[in-house]
Nanobody
Framework: QVQLVESGGDLVQPGGSLRLSCAAS????????MGWYRQAPGKQRELVGT???????NYADSVKGRFTISRDNAKNTVQLQMNSLKPEDTAVYYC????????????WGQGTQVTVSS
């Protein structure tokens, strides 16, 4: 069973920056897409962005130009660089990976809290 472990969540002031990391373990085959979702209190989980194995990334409109996703295929890790943070970015951020030998399945980390507040 694939395990995804996030790190880097913290309390940060508006306008600040934060970098989240996620490491996948128990990997035998190549991971397909990886990425990040988030869930704010009282709201549904929403896409932040994803990145293909080849490095093509897509982002939610709300974070375009502020957030950057990158990945290291050799280390099975994915990062989320968040700049110009806003209070509305406050949420639990979940790492995501698509993985499988014959059929891709979705896997999720347990989440890391990001709070943007002065």
């Amino acid at each position: 069973q694939v395990q995804l472990v996030e790190s880097g969540g913290d309390l940060v002031q508006p306008g600040g920056s934060l970098r989240l990391s996620c490491a996948a373990s128990r990997i035998t085959f190549s991971i397909a897409a990886m990425g990040w979702y988030r869930q704010a209190p009282g709201k549904q989980r929403e896409l932040v962005g994803t990145i293909t194995r080849g490095g093509m990334a897509n982002y939610a409109d709300s974070v375009k130009g502020r957030f950057t996703i990158s990945r290291d295929n050799a280390k099975n890790t994915v990062q989320l660089q968040m700049n110009s943070l806003k209070p509305e970015d406050t949420a639990v951020y979940y790492c995501y990976a698509q993985y499988g030998q014959f059929q891709l399945r979705d896997y999720w980390g347990q989440g890391t809290q990001v709070t943007v507040s002065s």
